[in-house]
């Protein structure tokens, strides 16, 4: 291993959530190891935001102003593009809602691995960590590929080992090293929201490396989980549309890859009883959406 340091930036995506910015900004300060660049994609917040970059003290803070709300997936796009061209070694991406332990980063970087994760916890020090051991695109009886989430698998942060691989990572702590990037591609913008994250994850999976779950870099989560989203409305329709995306891009057998049309068909025949007739309708145009989107953009 080459005696170097590592250069890292920090990518952060945020939109209209001044106060927690604020939050992650002053955590930033406080870390062992600054990053070399702290990028933050403000997507075109309407709250004060600007304010609060204004006004920070951040080391080697970067603003990039979007014009419109690329969502996190194209704020990720934004950022990552930005860290990648300026040359940096690795990459920190992590979200407006979260605050790393002061030692986080520290920790991440002393691992000589190409793709790694913190660990979450809530502000009272309990695990949340919801990434999946296993995201199974084999199995086309499998309804949700996501199984066996770090936190129900350990009831603590400390029972973990030092190291856990995992399958699908948030964008809430991800490292990974530039030259992967260069690999595989960027985080692809046309997701917008929901699964952005997953798919890059399967590809630096799909090249051969391990993505880390390391024990003892912590983020702390300053909202709670919310898993349970509004089907018949908007977010519906990309959770929808993205998990097919998923499927129909990377489903490892034909079963798999029709996976989307069955559910679609499932939630149009169940819509009377739970979501009625906008779930239905959302379902509908995701699939269609979908199969637009079976190939991954390119990098640039």
């Not at 695990?127 to 995201?135: G, M, N, Q, R, T």
């Not at 699908?168 to 994250?197: H, K, Q």
């Not at 630096?204 to 390391?214: D, E, F, L, M, Q």
Request: glycine letters at 6%; one cysteine or more.
């Amino acid at each position: 291993m080459s005696t170097t340091r590592e250069t890292v930036a920090i990518v952060v995506v945020t939109y209209n959530r001044a106060d927690m910015l604020r939050g992650l900004l002053d955590g930033l300060t406080k870390l062992d190891q600054p990053a070399d660049a702290v990028i933050v994609v403000n997507n075109a917040s309407t709250d004060h935001t600007a304010q609060v970059l204004a006004e920070a003290v951040t080391p080697n803070l970067q603003v990039i102003d979007s014009p419109e709300n690329l969502g996190g997936a194209g704020g990720f796009h934004l950022g990552t593009k930005a860290a990648v061209e300026q040359g940096w070694d690795r990459l920190y991406l992590i979200d407006d809602d979260v605050v790393p332990a002061h030692d986080c980063l520290a920790v991440l970087l002393a691992q000589d691995e190409d793709c790694l994760f913190s660990v979450r916890e809530d502000r009272n020090g309990d695990l949340i960590e919801l990434a999946a051991l296993k995201f199974d695109l084999r199995n086309p009886l499998a309804i949700k590929p996501k199984t066996a989430a770090v936190m129900d698998t350990y009831p603590t942060r400390a029972a973990m080992p030092e190291r856990v691989p995992v399958e699908n990572v948030a964008f809430e702590g991800f490292m990974i090293r530039r030259t992967v990037l260069e690999e595989i591609g960027l985080p692809d913008p046309s997701y917008f929201i929901f699964y952005d994250d997953v798919d890059l994850a399967i590809r630096a999976r799909r090249s051969g490396r391990t993505i880390w779950a390391v024990r003892d870099a912590v983020l702390v989560r300053q909202l709670d989980f919310s898993q349970q989203h509004d089907l018949a409305g908007w977010k519906g329709f990309y959770m929808y549309r993205n998990l097919f995306v998923v499927h129909l891009r990377y489903g490892e057998n034909v079963l798999v890859r029709l996976k989307p049309w069955l559910i679609t068909a499932a939630v149009v025949l169940l819509s009377p009883l739970r979501g009625g007739k906008h779930e239905a309708v959302n379902v509908i145009k995701a699939l269609r959406a979908a199969r637009g989107m079976r190939t991954v953009p390119t990098s640039s």
